[in-house]
């Protein structure tokens, strides 16, 4: 399958544990909304949904860690995951994984490596 690369924003946009940027991908033929996050110096990006229900876990546009900057929160379930690996250590969903996306960081900006097929990881 082939691989494509997409700019998901500038490096500078993303400081540890502060805002999130928003983007959107295609996931299983469907336009999907995604974000990217910095945490201990690394770029990391997964799906914006819950695995307990597809609920955004933003709670205010961009937001996703917690007030500590140390966990992703999902607003809506109160579910919190560790931002390197996406795993969901409390809350309705312990145990199950938010969906990575494949990013690598280039030349101060951050790449998203998109597959031929249909977005699935």
């Known amino acids: 399958m082939a691989e494509t690369e997409r700019l998901v924003c500038d490096s ?3 400081a540890d544990s502060g ?5 959107e991908v295609e996931y299983l033929g469907e336009k999907t909304p995604a974000f990217a996050v910095r945490y201990e110096g ?4 997964y799906l914006n949904r819950c695995p ?3 609920a955004e876990l933003d709670w205010d546009p961009g937001r996703f860690f917690d007030m500590q900057g140390l966990l992703l929160l999902c607003s809506n379930h109160g579910a919190i ?3 390197e690996s996406g795993r ?3 809350g309705p969903c312990k145990g199950r994984n938010l969906v990575a996306l494949p990013v690598e960081e ?3 900006k951050v790449i998203l490596k998109e597959s031929g097929h249909g977005g699935r990881r």
Do not use: K, S, Y
């Not at 805002?19 to 983007?23: H, L, M």
């Not at 690394?42 to 990006?45: G, K, N, Y």
């Open 12 to 14: 500078a946009a993303l």
């Open 19 to 23: 805002e999130g940027v928003r983007f």
């Open 42 to 45: 690394r770029v990391h990006a």
């Open 52 to 54: 307990h229900v597809p």
């Open 81 to 83: 995951f560790l931002p």
């Open 88 to 90: 969901c250590i409390g």
């Open 106 to 108: 280039r030349d101060g």
